[in-house]
């Protein structure tokens, strides 16, 4: 293990995604619904509530769920608990929900996983304006078979899956993405407002202590992306190593053929249009005014997935990295509101000391099961990990390969170390990895492309765009003279283009074999 590299894919469960990878039986152990009588109550002023629940069922298509659930913490309070606090919040946008924020009146109560269906239903109403019908709102218990999802599913079964891995928190991406580098948030718990993480966001995080160490590490972007969300994230921390330490994906491929990978790769899909983040699709509303057909959200991560898997499985050289001493991790950020069964654990907050944070959360709960998979040639195939792992492992396992000091937390601080997976005394030949199919990349249409250019920021890009001019801001002294929730596509992408020219320059750098 001289290279771990991981892929964060965004807003997906373990049992969204994998689910139904093993019938029962076809392996020792392995915690997913296949064979499971696993439903959620049909609250009663929903329609067809006679019907008295929803059951776990396989995905018709790839683009379930669709609307995007709620994947903020008073979403996520619902989807665990069932509960809804106070009333008034049923409906609510999440800027409007007022305290406890959906959470349970008895700080003890543990997770029920019963509460998809309902907030699925309060989300959609919230978001369309109308209470959905029993198939738009029963796809929140739709879960993807291995035919949708066939790249992830060939490595899950070629080598090592874990079915207790949990994320962070029990929030969405800003939050848990901060916590996988820095074990905390700085206490705060949402994206919004879009701003707050690269002014006020000061943790050390783990490419501080490779950096200090000597310690060889990069973050790789889809160049479309045009700025890392991981930089702006922790900009208090990293944003000397913008110009240095932060390349756009097609170096990864170089790197990789070339055996030139550094100790730590972190790699971040597009997480603006064209998508490569999984994420379920967004517009909802807009896309069914205008009859916008559905994109296919998992298709894009599908295809570079395989390109990431097969550049670290035909990674050859004799000297630097290669497939015998590259451990390739793919994980995802949160389960984004997708359905899981299994209640997440109680945590340690990072800080004993530290007073409750946003939304008065304390930080002492896990976020919700996310798919990850371990690659690498001293793994197995079929193996399935059922130790509790959760994101902050990373952490804690990159701290002992290269003796990288204390925790940066309590909370990585009892996270379990990766490195005892590796079990074979005998690497696999390359010849023993399975090859996964890439599809051709879909050609758009000059429609299509006119379309999107019509479409709004989506939340996340609103987001990031907010991200970036805070840090512009910060820089330069002065706010940049755009409005984050009204300016136009158009002009919020020559914007984050200049910034990426100035800010990464070496992720701007133009290199043959894009993929």
């Given amino acids: 293990m001289d290279h771990v590299v991981v892929v964060m894919f965004e807003n997906r469960s373990f049992d969204n995604l994998l689910g139904y990878l093993y019938r029962p039986g076809e392996v020792p152990s392995f915690e997913g619904v296949a064979g499971r009588n696993l439903t959620n109550p049909i609250p009663e002023y929903a329609p067809d509530a006679d019907r008295g629940v929803v059951p776990v069922h396989p995905a018709e298509d790839m683009n379930m769920p669709d609307p995007d659930p709620g994947e903020e913490h008073p979403h996520i309070n619902t989807q665990l608990y069932g509960t809804v606090e106070p009333a008034d919040n049923r409906f609510s946008h999440v800027g409007d929900m007022k305290s406890p924020h959906n959470a349970p009146m008895d700080p003890t109560h543990e997770p029920t996983m019963e509460g998809f269906v309902a907030d699925y239903i ?73 701003g707050n993480f690269p002014k006020l966001n000061d943790a050390e995080t783990i490419f501080n202590r490779l950096e200090a160490a000597g310690v060889s590490w990069r973050v790789y972007f889809h160049p479309m992306q045009c700025v890392s969300a991981t930089g702006l994230i922790h900009a208090r921390q990293l944003a000397p190593y913008f110009p240095t330490h932060f390349s756009s994906i097609d170096r990864f491929y170089l790197d990789a053929m070339r055996g030139t990978l550094p100790a730590y790769a972190f790699i971040e899909p597009c997480m603006v249009p064209p998508h490569s983040d999984m994420h379920p699709p967004g517009y909802a509303r807009l896309r069914r005014n205008f009859l916008i057909p559905s994109p296919s959200p998992l298709s894009g991560g599908e295809r570079l997935l395989a390109h990431i898997y097969e550049a670290i499985r035909t990674s050859s050289t004799a000297d630097g990295s290669n497939f015998k001493n590259t451990l390739l991790l793919i994980t995802f950020d949160e389960h984004g509101g997708t359905y899981d069964h299994v209640p997440p654990p109680r945590v340690a907050p990072p800080d004993a000391s530290a007073a409750a944070g946003e939304m008065g959360f304390k930080f002492d709960r896990s976020g919700v099961r996310v798919p990850t998979l371990a690659i690498s040639a001293w793994i197995d195939p079929r193996t399935v990990v059922s130790r509790e792992f959760r994101s902050t492992s990373v952490i804690r396992t990159l701290r002992g390969r290269w003796s990288l000091g204390a925790p940066l937390t309590r909370r990585d601080a009892t996270a379990a170390d990766i490195a005892p997976i590796l079990t074979r005394e005998t690497p696999r030949a390359q010849e023993d990895w399975p090859k996964v199919q890439v599809e051709s990349r879909r050609v758009r249409t000059l429609l299509g492309s006119l379309l999107a250019r019509g479409l709004p920021l989506s939340l996340l890009g609103t987001h990031l765009l907010g991200s970036a001019l805070a840090f512009d801001a910060l820089q330069a002294g002065r706010e940049p003279a755009i409005d984050v929730n009204r300016v136009a596509r158009r002009k919020a992408l020559r914007y984050v283009r200049r910034l990426k020219a100035a800010a990464f320059p070496e992720a701007a750098k133009r290199r043959r074999g894009v993929r």
């Fill in 122 to 194: 309060n989300t959609f109403r919230a978001e369309m304006g109308r209470l959905p019908r029993y198939p738009e709102y029963a796809q929140i218990m739709a879960c993807h078979t291995p035919e949708h999802v066939p790249v992830l599913s060939s490595i899950a079964k070629g080598f090592a899956c874990f079915d207790h891995w949990f994320c962070e928190v029990p929030s969405q991406t800003y939050t848990n993405r901060s916590f996988f580098h820095a074990a905390t948030a700085s206490g705060m718990l949402l994206n919004s407002p879009p």
